[in-house]
Every structure is written in C-alpha cells, then in structure tokens.
C-alpha cells in the first residue's frame, strides 16, 4: 500500500464548484504539504502544516483552504473553483529534522 | 529571493550513454540542502539524490551522481547507463537549512532512445 494517497486522482469540475482534496498518509509524519504544479513552472507551495494545530501560507495560498483533521489527513480546498486553478496537485509529508519530502500521486484538477 | 534555474527545457540521450542535467540556484545563504526529484509518467515524485550543501563530497546514488559547486552555485545531476525508464521529468530543488519550503526548478524533460 501506499505511503500517502490522494483522492480523488482525477477530477472535473465547473467554476464556482467548491471542492475538496484530500490526502492521507501512514509514515507517521508530523510535517504535510500541499503543492501545486502548472506546465512549465515547476512546483509551487500552497499550504504546509507541521502538526493538527499548525497551518501556514505557502507562496500562492489565494483561492484555497485548508483542513489538518488528524495527523495522518490533510485537505485542501477550493471554496469556489476558477478555471486558472486547473492543475495538478501534490501532498507531500515528512518527518521533522529529517529534510526529506515524500510526495504523493497527485490529483490532476480541471476547472471548466 | 530564492531562485532556481533550469535552463535545459529537453534533453535526449541514448541508452548506456550519459547524460547531464544543469541546474543553478540564487541564495545568499550558506547552509542549505539540494535536491533532484523524478517525475516519470506516472506523476509521482521521486527523490533521486540529496546534497547538503556543507558537505565538499558530491552526493552517488548508485548510476546517479552530482556535479556540486557551492561557488558556482550550480548543482548538475550525471546519470550513467542511461535506461529507458530514466525517461522522466527531472526538477531540482532547493532548501534553505531549517526551512520549510521547497523551491522547484521549471524541469527537464528526458528523453531516452534505444
């Protein structure tokens, strides 16, 4: 079984959808990420949260939300959708002091 | 600002043969952490190599190695023996040391040809 799963891995929607991303992980990690991938940018930090009570701004937060329910579960979502957030999302975690990210499949995100 | 730059958007390389993939990087910082990560079809990202930038020995993992010049700043990924299933995107990465935040390279496309 996978390490950190997300769900759903695919998913259409229309603007002004509100929709929600979610991700899980068995390492036993304090530390989650979510990114965010565009075509030729790279990836790009959302939201990072070290512990259930920690949640901070990444780069580009605008547009998104985000809920640690439990130290395994992270989501993140989009209030209403728009179609420039059409992309692909990635959660990552990891285990502090350790420098070493792992990142989940992705949800790949279309916004009509 | 951090910066990472990859100025390679594709490369192709035959199988067996090696190949070389830049990366430089913005920071006024003195400690801090490099990376490559590999996207193959599949999406997933995958760690290839780490480099902490204390160390004056260049990172190995097995057909993958760094070429690491903290004055240069630079940061190249040297992958031997190419195989097909080296075909992926590949992102370098930086972090400054005790941070949180991953800054990524735009990627490289690779291509490998039998």
């Known amino acids: 079984d996978a390490d950190v799963t997300q769900t759903p891995r695919n998913r259409i929607t229309k603007t002004g959808k509100r929709i929600m991303l979610e991700c899980s992980q068995t390492k036993g990690h304090d530390r989650m990420y979510w990114y965010r991938q565009d075509p030729g940018l790279g990836l790009r930090l959302i939201y990072y949260s070290f512990d259930v009570k920690d949640i901070n701004k990444g780069e580009i937060s605008d547009g998104y939300s985000v809920s640690r329910q439990a130290q395994a579960k992270f989501s993140l979502s989009l209030e209403s959708a728009i179609p420039n957030q059409t992309a692909l999302y990635f959660c990552?975690?990891?285990?502090?002091?350790?420098?070493?990210?792992?990142f989940g499949p992705g949800t790949r995100l279309t916004v009509l | 600002a951090q910066t990472v730059t990859q100025s390679q958007p594709e490369m192709s390389v035959q199988e067996a043969e090696t190949v070389t993939l830049s990366c430089t990087y913005d920071t006024s910082e003195s400690d801090y952490y490099l990376f490559w990560y590999k996207q193959p079809p599949s999406r997933q990202m995958i760690l290839v190599i780490r480099?902490?930038?204390?160390?004056?020995q260049n990172a190995t993992e097995n057909r993958f190695s760094v070429n690491f010049q903290k004055a240069a700043k630079s940061f190249s990924l040297k992958i031997s023996d190419s195989q097909l299933g080296d075909a992926a995107m590949y992102f370098c990465?930086?972090?400054?040391?005790?941070?949180?935040?991953?800054?990524f390279g735009t990627g490289t496309r690779l291509q490998v040809f039998p």
């Open positions: 990552a975690t990891e285990k502090a002091g350790y420098n070493e990210q792992f």
């Open positions: 480099q902490e930038a204390y160390k004056q």
């Open positions: 990465a930086y972090r400054f040391y005790n941070t949180d935040k991953l800054i």
